[in-house]
């Protein structure tokens, strides 16, 4: 993790617990460890990939960093400050340095409102800006993303999908933001929609400085975007490290076998698959130690008893396993 | 049938532009009230009866009626005539003009219920889906006053005060906001959780900005559909309050009262009962027929929501 001035985000053993209500008075009957003390920071102008299967955490992650859940435990940091535990309306002026993008496009718009209205909303929020004004700015924000002065008053059904997450995207830019909380803003649209998005993304990024939590299941797309990568498995980072390192030499059996799923594009390669046994242990119940020994092929009894913690077992490559434990050393 | 040699007429037209038969009639587009009648037939038929009704009750002394509360003695319990078109009550009173002037006890009602539960639904059911703490208070008693029939909560209400039509709309309206409450709180909690609206808190718009603009628009819908159902059930509670004798004095004219002085006579003069109860049924009908519509028009999968 780089030192910079103080990164555009900051997160430090965030954890969320839902709990499981049952009965007529709401006992709880235990809780779902969505997401379990996860660490890591993005700087300026940087991507950082969070990826892992579904149910692993990650877009709880995504919205806890919104604030648009409460952590149960955890620091966040927005440019240096602390907005964990902010109230609404605290929380609400600081919203301007971070901003959202979520996967359906479809259901990320109000049907009801005007693409112009949709991409002014955070401006009306933040700055106080004559109608006129407003108009420009929406106008240069449809160019920036691609979208043509024409449709500004079309209804969002009105847009294709791709068009619809440029529409997003544009709102999502309006304040400047310094940070855009990607959530899966490609899985739902079409293969070749998603790299024009993503292109545009990239795009975005460099004109304008912004930092992007990349969140996604897609291992292409992460690979093509991002800085660097964090693997979560069950609620846990399980390696972190920059993208050529991570793709070229994984730490963590779990991002081997995730990384090995990868298809190649050429038929000459025979796939030399990992092929993960069982499923996915339940949140609410999650195995002792290491979160994965019940599906990893090297576990050991060290696994099942103790919580591996992030080592650097290469220069800024992360890895939360007993098996690189002295490995670096 | 026998088989008619028929010349081929396909090769020539084939060969040249293809001359493709209309195997489909073209889709006739119908524009305006055609169009819309053709499209909603039960929202275009429940609204012209309703319409109907209204300009009845609004013009009912230009029906060729004569004064309701006017007594007859010597005619009492006519049978429909060219004079008493639908025959005469037990103090000769003229049964038509009193049917045509008790649809406005009616619907105004009708209307003044569905309006009045309606905000108070709305509110309570805003405050229900926001306030998460408040919540479960309101809905328990929410839960609580549905668990008695509104029917006797509005007779309850009513022996608290006088016979008066602004005392049975309050009655009725406080027996049926709950059902509004609760399904404004439903809407609510759904539309919560749709990413356009965390989008909207997440690019910092205040909470009355996101009532007024992501929460309200899309609850009109599934208001409107449940106030006309609120309408039309009013209108049944305040005939059964008038009938019963706990609702609208006797001296107003409305549906319930009339059949309430035909109750006694009802086996050797049915009509006294009869035409009243032909005309709230008629409203009834069409005002549920309009709900359906409008329920369909808004949204086919509303139908298993309420």
């Given at each position: 993790?780089?030192?910079?001035?103080?990164?555009?985000?900051?997160?430090?053993?965030?954890?969320?617990?839902f709990?499981?209500?049952?009965?007529?008075?709401?006992?709880?009957a235990?809780?779902?460890?969505?997401?379990?003390?996860?660490?890591?920071?993005?700087?300026?102008?940087e991507?950082?990939g969070?990826?892992?299967e579904?149910?692993?955490?990650?877009?709880?992650?995504?919205?806890?960093?919104l604030?648009?859940?409460?952590?149960?435990?955890?620091e966040?940091?927005?440019?240096?400050?602390?907005?964990d535990?902010?109230?609404?309306e605290?929380?609400?002026?600081?919203r301007?340095?971070?901003?959202v993008?979520f996967?359906?496009?479809?259901?990320?718009l109000?049907?009801?409102?005007r693409a112009?209205?949709?991409?002014?909303?955070?401006?009306?929020?933040?700055?106080?800006?004559?109608?006129?004004e407003?108009?420009?700015?929406?106008?240069?924000?449809?160019?920036?993303?691609?979208?043509?002065?024409?449709?500004?008053?079309?209804?969002?059904?009105?847009?294709?999908?791709?068009?619809?997450?440029?529409?997003?995207?544009?709102?999502?830019?309006?304040?400047?933001?310094?940070?855009?909380?990607?959530?899966?803003?490609?899985?739902a649209?079409?293969?070749?929609?998603?790299?024009?998005?993503i292109?545009?993304?990239?795009d975005?990024?460099?004109?304008?400085?912004?930092?992007y939590?990349?969140?996604?299941?897609?291992?292409?797309?992460?690979?093509?975007?991002?800085?660097?990568?964090?693997?979560?498995?069950?609620?846990?980072?399980?390696e972190?490290?920059?993208?050529?390192?991570?793709?070229?030499?994984?730490?963590?059996?779990y991002?081997?076998?995730?990384?090995?799923?990868?298809?190649?594009p050429?038929p000459?390669?025979?796939?030399?698959?990992?092929?993960?046994?069982?499923?996915?242990?339940?949140?609410?119940?999650?195995p002792?130690?290491?979160?994965?020994?019940?599906?990893?092929?090297?576990?050991f009894?060290?696994?099942?008893?103790?919580?591996?913690?992030?080592?650097?077992?290469?220069?800024?490559?992360?890895?939360?396993?007993?098996?690189r434990?002295?490995?670096?050393? | 049938m026998?088989?008619?040699?028929?010349?081929p007429?396909?090769?020539?037209s084939?060969?040249?532009?293809?001359?493709l038969?209309?195997?489909?009639?073209?889709?006739?587009?119908?524009?305006?009230?055609?169009?819309?009648?053709?499209?909603?037939?039960?929202?275009?038929?429940?609204?012209?009866?309703?319409?109907?009704?209204?300009?009845?009750?609004i013009?009912?002394?230009?029906?060729?009626?004569?004064?309701?509360?006017?007594?007859?003695?010597?005619?009492?319990?006519?049978?429909?005539?060219?004079?008493?078109?639908?025959?005469?009550?037990?103090?000769?009173?003229?049964i038509?003009?009193?049917?045509?002037?008790?649809?406005?006890?009616?619907?105004?009602?009708?209307f003044?219920?569905?309006?009045?539960?309606s905000?108070?639904g709305?509110?309570v059911?805003?405050?229900?889906?926001?306030?998460?703490?408040?919540?479960?208070?309101?809905?328990?008693?929410?839960?609580?006053?549905m668990?008695?029939?509104?029917i006797?909560?509005?007779?309850?209400?009513?022996?608290?005060?006088?016979?008066?039509?602004?005392?049975?709309?309050?009655?009725?309206?406080v027996?049926?906001?709950?059902?509004v409450?609760r399904?404004?709180?439903?809407?609510?909690?759904?539309?919560r959780?749709?990413?356009?609206?965390?989008?909207?808190?997440?690019?910092g718009?205040?909470?009355?900005m996101i009532?007024?603009?992501?929460?309200?628009?899309?609850?009109?819908?599934?208001?409107t559909?449940q106030?006309?159902?609120?309408?039309a059930?009013?209108?049944i509670?305040?005939?059964?309050?008038?009938?019963?004798?706990?609702?609208?004095?006797?001296?107003?004219?409305?549906?319930?009262?009339?059949?309430?002085?035909?109750?006694?006579l009802?086996?050797?003069?049915?009509?006294?009962?009869?035409?009243p109860?032909?005309f709230?049924s008629?409203?009834?009908?069409?005002?549920?027929?309009?709900?359906?519509?409008?329920?369909?028009?808004?949204?086919?999968?509303?139908?298993?929501?309420?």
């Open positions: 993790m780089k030192a910079s001035v103080s990164p555009v985000l900051e997160v430090k053993d965030l954890t969320k617990d709990p499981i209500k049952k009965g007529l008075l709401g006992r709880t235990g809780h779902v460890h969505a997401v379990d003390g996860i660490s890591f920071s993005i700087g300026e102008s991507t950082l969070l990826v892992g579904s149910g692993c955490g990650k877009s709880t992650a995504g919205k806890l960093i604030k648009l859940i409460e952590p149960t435990a955890g966040i940091r927005l440019s240096g400050q602390r907005i535990g902010l109230g609404y605290t929380m609400r002026a600081r301007r340095t971070m901003q993008v996967q359906d496009p479809y259901s990320s109000n049907p009801r409102m112009r209205d949709i991409v002014a909303e955070p401006l009306r929020n933040f700055e106080a800006l004559l109608e006129s407003i108009d420009t700015r929406v106008a240069e924000l449809f160019e920036n993303v691609g979208l043509r002065r024409d449709q500004l008053s079309r209804f969002p059904h009105e847009f294709s999908g791709g068009q619809r997450q440029r529409l997003v995207i544009a709102r999502a830019l309006a304040v400047r933001p310094k940070l855009i909380v990607c959530d899966e803003p490609v899985s649209l079409d293969v070749s929609v998603q790299a024009q998005v292109n545009l993304l990239i975005l990024q460099r004109e304008f400085g912004v930092a939590l990349f969140i996604a299941h897609d291992l292409a797309v992460v690979e093509h975007i991002s800085h660097r990568v964090a693997v979560m498995y069950l609620g846990r980072i399980v972190l490290a920059g993208k050529e390192s991570l793709f070229a030499g994984p730490q963590h059996p991002t081997e076998a995730l990384l090995s799923a990868v298809p190649v050429d000459t390669i025979k796939p030399s698959r990992i092929i993960l046994q069982g499923d996915v242990p339940s949140p609410i119940k999650p002792s130690g290491c979160h994965f020994h019940t599906r990893c092929p090297y576990a009894e060290r696994c099942r008893v103790e919580r591996p913690v992030m080592r650097e077992t290469k220069p800024d490559h992360f890895a939360a396993c007993h098996l434990d002295g490995a670096a050393a | 026998t088989v008619t040699a028929s010349p007429v396909e090769p020539a084939r060969v040249g532009e293809p001359d038969p209309d195997i489909l009639p073209p889709v006739k587009e119908r524009r305006g009230i055609t169009g819309f009648a053709y499209r909603y037939p039960a929202i275009a038929i429940g609204g012209a009866m309703l319409i109907l009704l209204i300009l009845m009750a013009f009912a002394p230009l029906l060729g009626t004569t004064d309701p509360t006017t007594l007859a003695p010597s005619k009492r319990t006519r049978a429909p005539s060219a004079e008493y078109w639908f025959g005469s009550d037990m103090m000769g009173r003229d038509y003009s009193r049917v045509i002037y008790g649809a406005r006890v009616s619907l105004i009602v009708g003044a219920v569905a309006i009045l539960a905000l108070a709305l509110v059911g805003l405050v229900s889906g926001f306030v998460r703490w408040a919540d479960s208070i309101i809905m328990r008693i929410m839960d609580g006053m668990s008695i029939p509104p006797l909560l509005a007779v309850a209400l009513m022996a608290l005060t006088r016979g008066s039509v602004p005392n049975v709309i309050a009655a009725i309206a027996a049926e906001f709950p059902r409450a399904l404004v709180r439903s809407v609510v909690l759904t539309l959780e749709q990413p356009y609206v965390e989008a909207a808190v997440a690019s718009t205040r909470t009355p009532i007024a603009r992501h929460i309200l628009p899309n609850t009109i819908a599934p208001l559909v106030a006309t159902y609120i309408c059930s009013a209108m509670t305040e005939s059964i309050l008038s009938f019963i004798g706990a609702g609208t004095p006797p001296i107003i004219p409305s549906w319930g009262n009339i059949m309430a002085d035909g109750r006694a009802w086996q050797v003069k049915p009509f006294i009962v009869f035409f109860a032909i709230l008629i409203t009834v009908l069409a005002v549920n027929l309009l709900g359906d519509g409008l329920r369909d028009a808004v949204d086919p999968r509303m139908a298993k929501r309420l």
